[in-house]
């Protein structure tokens, strides 16, 4: 079943099928570098800043005009989505080298990595929103630039060129059915 | 189980509009709007419960978005360019005072991280550091405050810090003990004014690009302690892996500091001496696994002096660093002064000294110097546009590159090594395999005959997959620091090229991008991929232009198409591919019977038929081979491989002059092919070259790490120490052939030879019958078509070894 909500924003398509696209995978590969120092000098405890990640990259991107930038709405979807897969990454490789595959290769700076990051939810959070996006593309949108990138509610309504609180509304929706997809299979009800 | 997403537009809906209403009314809205559909209601209430579930989403979307607010664009005059980097609670940006129009860089304080009274301890800690003004302390211009954030603007040095420096390997001698007699000053300078810094580490002493090092954020440790001391206390029982940050402050805490008493500069002076032990040995003396045992390390225990690690450590150095880690602060140097004036005498002894070597062994994993390191780096970040990955670093304490210095050290293999991974076909085609593989070979040559990185042969390199996602480690088992990866499609006559270049050290990407061409265009896309690599990896590209082996490309794409199979089939060695190859190197020639390769192709085909037992007559073979080596030379004077067949037709012909000049012709066209390396190394072993072979043979196992054909290579080696007389070592070089395969029979033979020229006949009789059990047909004087080309002296003996061993075997002499 596919959603009706298409044209939400001028790119919705691209952003949905993952075109190839160079500014996502420069803005990608920036973020990959800059999310791996950045990792390295977080204290314990501390939040990797994915919305200063994103902001900053737009800082830099903005004058690059060789890669398309069409307006700071667009590079903060692109970057959304490049942080998304950034994270994703970092997880599958975190959780693959705490599953014992090679550890040769734990580095001090991966384990630091795993600060603030719950590994196993950032891959559980995707698996539900690919789903999600079968659905409704829109509102996986919304939780790649909330959950993922930190983006405000009015960032995303701004992108969105809708009200906050119609943000607010479609993010609460997002997060219920997210909730729903990531809840543990219920147990089957005990045979008398 | 059931889908979660059941009617999705109709639940969606509805629960949008119950979310719209007052929470106390949505109970009442939902049995209206779903009356009669228990379903729909029980799907809309379960979402509703379900979303108190997520509200981690919530947390990381508003924590994050809260507190780490994108930077404002100013603060106080000052506009903020880009993040440089954050420790503890501040955050240093790279920013612009218009008012002087100079860059600085501020260090910034949020009051909501660390409270006002911190802030406040903070400013005053900085302007009594702010009265510091020496060269090598960090300047401080400007404290102040706006925004509820506290700010000092410093003196913006470009360059690293000592830290970064030291994790890409040691430093030479005398440039680690220069660095510490500058800090050395600094502290002195400070010390006088009786500022401390109780922090003073790897990562707080910046080494400018020109050499200068400047220690950074004097005096701040002690406003900040509060706040380290709680992190630490927190911290301290956790392992190692948790707590790398903290310890990399506390490794370099002094007794007193450890114990929490009172400081004075000896404490500082404390914090330089296992600085300079880790610079001179590469050992942090008291890093232990936790904090707390580091703590308790720093207090208690005795370390060995560091010449003990470090055996060409000069005297004065050793005393000077042990008396700065004395536990006792008074048997330390009473005066900071007198600490630095003692470093820069041993600094000016070692400049002095011719041999001021490496400060420590290098270990393994940081075989790397790191002047070349910070050459390639320097290069990649001057070479143009495309190369925006690495300029205008946002978070790194990088801002600008270093001079680079010229791409010329003596051994090419020792530069950074780049592997070209195999290009994934995308073609729907799996015989299009045969394409990818070529195209992915052709690089590897094209990225070879710029003679500027060692490129590591698509032997090694094609057993990973190019789309590993640890990179990191496909490099370090490669030796390879950059990786060229990407994926090839040819369809409906054009050919689709997405590459990128990676550093695999840093996991950046420092170029990629996408071609789409129409297959006509191969051959200078190749060239312009190629080229783009080149100069993203060289700092001058006019010059790899001069320097760059002129090609001889076929006109027509279909030869080198078929030629491109034939290469493909070669590389596999058996019987059967090599009939295919010897197939596919004729069509390319009918097609274009000037292609120069193609000749050398079918050249080889005959060599691996001699070389493996294949051919049907050895002497037909032999001149097929030298009449089409001879060819491929004169059609392509400048290319390595035709050389290359060359040389073996001179070999297999016994012309040993003739069959040096041509190897040493293919090695100068091509220096860092492994093939080349390998077969005009044991050329040269058996002509009495021996340790010219020796270089090219090491060389070649360096590029070529996994070679499948590295047991012929070592066996090379094993020769070349064989014609040197050192039979000790070209037993222990054959055993390491034979540990690969037990089968190589020749290796069986020179393990024989060496045995019973070191008067071991007893061992070198066993170790020829393997050889005859292995391989029957051969005379004694086995590989006698190896020997052909050989040194006349060196065969004698090798023939002698094994007469002596034939002696105690019972094999018969032939």
């Known amino acids: 079943m596919n959603g009706t909500d298409d044209d939400w924003l001028p790119f919705a398509a691209e952003w949905r099928d993952g075109l190839p696209d160079r500014l996502f995978d420069a803005v990608y590969a920036e973020l990959k570098r800059v999310a791996r120092s950045q990792l390295r000098r977080l204290r314990p405890g501390q939040l990797m800043d994915t919305t200063s990640l994103v902001h900053e990259t737009y800082f830099k991107f903005e004058r690059q005009s060789d890669l398309e930038v069409r307006s700071r709405e667009h590079f903060l979807a692109v970057a959304a989505r490049a942080m998304h897969q950034v994270l994703v990454d970092y997880a599958r490789r975190t959780h693959r080298l705490k599953r014992g595959g090679g550890g040769e290769d734990l580095q001090l700076d991966e384990t630091l990595s795993l600060r603030g990051i719950d590994v196993d939810r950032v891959l559980d959070v995707d698996r539900a929103l690919r789903r999600l996006a079968e659905h409704s593309s829109r509102q996986a949108f919304i939780v790649q630039c909330r959950f993922f990138a930190g983006l405000t509610e009015e960032e995303v309504a701004a992108m969105l060129d809708v009200s906050s609180r119609t943000v607010r509304n479609e993010w609460a929706r997002a997060k219920a059915w997210l909730a729903l997809a990531m809840r543990p299979p219920e147990p089957p009800p005990e045979a008398t | 189980m059931e889908d979660p997403y059941h009617r999705f537009q109709e639940v969606d809906d509805l629960l949008r509009r119950a979310l719209d209403q007052p929470a106390s009314e949505r109970s009442s809205f939902l049995a209206e709007a779903c009356r009669g559909d228990a379903?729909?209601?029980?799907?809309?209430?379960?979402?509703?419960?379900?979303s108190d579930d997520n509200s981690f989403l919530d947390r990381a979307a508003d924590e994050s978005a809260a507190c780490q607010r994108a930077p404002a664009a100013s603060?106080?005059?000052?506009?903020?360019?880009?993040?440089?980097?954050?420790?503890?609670?501040?955050?240093?940006?790279?920013?612009?005072?218009?008012?002087?129009?100079?860059?600085?860089?501020?260090?910034?304080?949020?009051?909501?991280?660390?409270?006002?009274s911190q802030v406040e301890r903070l400013q005053t800690e900085a302007r009594s550091a702010s009265s510091l003004n020496h060269p090598n302390v960090v300047t401080v211009y400007d404290i102040g405050s706006d925004q509820g954030a506290a700010y000092i603007a410093m003196e913006l040095i470009e360059g690293r810090s000592l830290a970064e420096h030291v994790a890409e390997g040691p430093l030479p001698l005398d440039q680690a003990v220069d660095l510490a007699a500058q800090v050395a000053r600094g502290l002195a300078a400070a010390h006088a004014r009786g500022i401390l810094h109780r922090d003073l580490k790897p990562g707080n002493i910046m080494i400018s690009d020109d050499g200068l090092a400047k220690i950074v954020d004097f005096g701040l440790a002690k406003s900040l302690a509060p706040l380290e001391a709680e992190t630490v206390a927190k911290t301290v029982a956790r392992p190692v892996t948790a707590t790398g940050a903290i310890l990399g402050t506390v490794a370099y805490m002094s007794p007193e500091q450890a114990a929490g008493r009172p400081l004075d500069s000896r404490s500082d002076?404390?914090?330089?001496?296992?600085?300079?032990?880790?610079?001179?040995?590469?050992?942090?003396?008291?890093?232990?696994?936790?904090?707390?045992?580091?703590?308790?390390a720093i207090v208690s225990d005795e370390i060995p002096p560091p010449n003990e690690l470090s055996p060409a450590l000069p005297l004065r150095l050793t005393r000077l660093v042990g008396r700065c880690l004395e536990k006792d602060p008074a048997k330390r140097f009473e005066s900071t002064e007198e600490l630095?004036?003692?470093?820069?005498?041993?600094?000016?002894?070692?400049?002095?000294?011719?041999?001021?070597?490496?400060?420590?062994?290098?270990?393994?994993?940081?075989?790397?110097?790191?002047?070349?390191?910070?050459?390639?780096?320097?290069?990649?970040?001057?070479?143009?546009?495309?190369?925006?990955?690495?300029?205008?670093?946002?978070?790194e304490a990088v801002s600008a590159a270093p001079a680079a210095p010229p791409v010329t050290a003596s051994d090419p293999a020792e530069r950074p090594a780049i592997a070209v991974l195999p290009l994934e076909n995308l073609g729907s085609d799996p015989e299009d395999r045969y394409f990818s593989d070529g195209v992915s070979e052709d690089l590897v040559d094209r990225l070879s005959s710029w003679r500027m990185f060692p490129v590591i042969s698509h032997f090694s390199s094609f057993a990973y997959d190019s789309r590993s996602s640890d990179l990191r480690a496909v490099g370090r088992r490669l030796g390879a620091r950059y990786l060229v990866q990407g994926s090839v499609r040819r369809a409906d006559g054009r050919v689709r090229i997405a590459a990128r270049l990676v550093d695999s050290e840093t996991g950046s990407v420092l170029w990629s991008d996408r071609f789409d061409r129409p297959y006509a265009d191969l051959l200078a896309l190749q060239d312009e991929i190629g080229e783009t690599i080149v100069g993203a990896l060289h700092p001058r590209l006019e010059e790899a232009d001069q320097i760059r082996a002129a090609r001889a490309d076929p006109a027509d794409l279909r030869a080198w198409d078929w030629s491109q199979r034939g290469w493909w089939h070669w590389n596999r060695l058996t019987q059967r591919d090599t009939e295919l190859a010897r197939e596919a190197f004729s069509k390319a020639l009918e097609l274009a019977p000037g292609f120069g390769e193609a000749h050398a192709g079918l050249a080889l085909t005959h060599y691996v038929d001699l070389a493996l037992g294949w051919a049907d007559s050895e002497g037909q073979a032999m001149d097929v081979l030298e009449e089409a080596a001879r060819r491929a030379v004169s059609l392509d004077r400048e290319s390595a491989v035709a050389h290359h067949a060359l040389g073996h037709a001179l070999a297999l012909r016994g012309r040993r002059q003739e069959m040096i000049a041509a190897f040493h012709r293919s090695i100068e066209l091509n220096p860092m092919s492994a093939l080349v390396l390998s077969c005009a190394g044991e050329g040269m072993a058996l002509g009495g070259e021996a340790e010219e072979a020796i270089v090219y043979l090491e060389r070649a196992i360096r590029l070529s790490p996994q070679d499948p054909a590295l047991h012929i290579i070592l066996h090379g080696v094993a020769l070349a120490h064989f014609a040197a007389q050192r039979y000790d070592q070209s037993l222990a070089w054959a055993f390491r052939a034979l540990e690969l395969d037990p089968t190589f029979a020749w290796a069986h033979r020179t393990r024989a030879a060496s045995l019973a020229l070191l008067g071991r006949l007893d061992e070198a009789g066993t170790a020829l019958a393997e050889a005859t059990a292995l391989d029957p047909g051969s005379s004694l004087a086995g590989g006698g078509r190896g020997l052909a080309a050989a040194d006349p002296a060196v065969a004698t003996r090798y023939l002698e070894g094994l007469r002596a061993a034939g002696s105690r075997s019972g094999v018969a002499g032939g």
């Not at chain 2, 379903?39 to 379900?50: M, N, Q």
């Not at chain 2, 993040?83 to 910034?108: I, Q, W």
């Not at chain 2, 994993?365 to 990955?389: F, N, S, Y």
Request: a positive charge; hydrophobic letters at 50%.
């Open chain 2, 340 to 395: 630095a004036s003692e470093l820069a005498a041993i600094a000016a002894e070692l400049a002095g000294s011719p041999e001021a070597g490496p400060a420590a062994p290098p270990p393994a994993a940081r075989r790397r110097p790191l002047l070349r390191i910070v050459a390639a780096v320097a290069a990649v970040a001057t070479a143009g546009g495309l190369l925006w990955g690495l300029r205008d670093r946002v978070s």
């Open chain 2, 269 to 296: 002076q404390f914090s330089l001496g296992t600085i300079l032990y880790e610079l001179s040995t590469g050992i942090r003396p008291f890093a232990r696994p936790s904090a707390v045992e580091t703590l308790a």
């Open chain 2, 75 to 116: 603060l106080g005059p000052y506009r903020l360019d880009s993040l440089l980097g954050r420790g503890g609670a501040a955050r240093v940006f790279r920013a612009h005072d218009a008012r002087l129009g100079r860059d600085v860089a501020l260090k910034v304080v949020s009051e909501s991280d660390v409270g006002r």
């Open chain 2, 39 to 50: 379903e729909l209601r029980l799907a809309v209430e379960r979402l509703l419960e379900a």
